[in-house]
């Protein structure tokens, strides 16, 4: 059975990424959905995708040295207000799928956050293309469910060697490797990012599990 998910919520492009209002819109649609973690300055887990604010809102700020308040304050003055992780988990109180990509290295703070938040919950499942965040959260709690992310110039060998780790429990790879026949001897789940055309889209969904947007 495969499984997908809207890269950052973007189910259409009418809507802003990483928002309470596309992440709706995802679970109406009965689609789980990808989305980014960073941390604030105040340790805030929060649903955003860079690590600066100059793409998004044309300031020079990172996301780490600024408290919430501010970063909310900023965001909704441009109506794409950053919500929470706590925000997600309440809308979707259990009953959706998450696939939540950890951006930066989590400290001991944080880690225990992030494993307070999801423990109890469902459907969730965390990775991250920084090996010591899976490392670090197997410890506290053998129970998550955890990936590792790959570019699209990864070697195989060292995408085969790393699935075998124990804190590796499912793996994330550029769409690319979807046409790599030497994948099959990996015996973990795989979710291709991100798909944006439909006809790949439709030629893999009912073998493979996909991260897509805008389709």
């Not at 207000?81 to 001991?108: A, M, T, V």
Request: proline content about 2%.
């Amino acid at each position: 059975m495969t499984t997908h998910y809207i890269h950052r919520g973007l189910a259409k492009k009418k809507f802003k990424e990483n928002t309470i209002q596309s992440f709706k819109y995802c679970f109406k649609r009965k689609f789980g959905i990808e989305t980014d973690l960073q941390v604030t300055k105040d340790n805030k887990l929060v649903c955003f995708h860079d690590f600066n604010l100059k793409r998004k809102f044309k300031l020079n700020f990172n996301v780490k040295d600024i408290n919430y308040p501010k970063l909310k304050k900023i965001s909704n003055k441009n109506k794409a207000p950053i919500p929470l992780l706590k925000d997600l988990l309440k809308i979707s109180n259990n009953k959706h799928r998450l696939l939540l990509e950890i951006k930066p290295l989590l400290n001991n703070q944080n880690l225990m956050s992030l494993v307070n938040l999801t423990k109890k919950k469902k459907k969730i499942r965390l990775f991250s293309f920084k090996e010591k965040n899976l490392i670090n959260l197997y410890k506290l709690n053998k129970g998550l469910s955890l990936g590792l992310l790959f570019l699209s110039n990864s070697n195989l060998r060292v995408i085969k060697l790393k699935s075998k780790k124990p804190h590796v429990k499912f793996l994330g790879l550029e769409k690319s490797f979807l046409f790599n026949k030497k994948l099959t001897k990996i015996r973990k789940s795989i979710f291709y990012y991100t798909v944006k055309r439909k006809d790949l889209f439709k030629k893999y969904k009912n073998s493979k599990n996909l991260i897509f947007e805008n389709l």
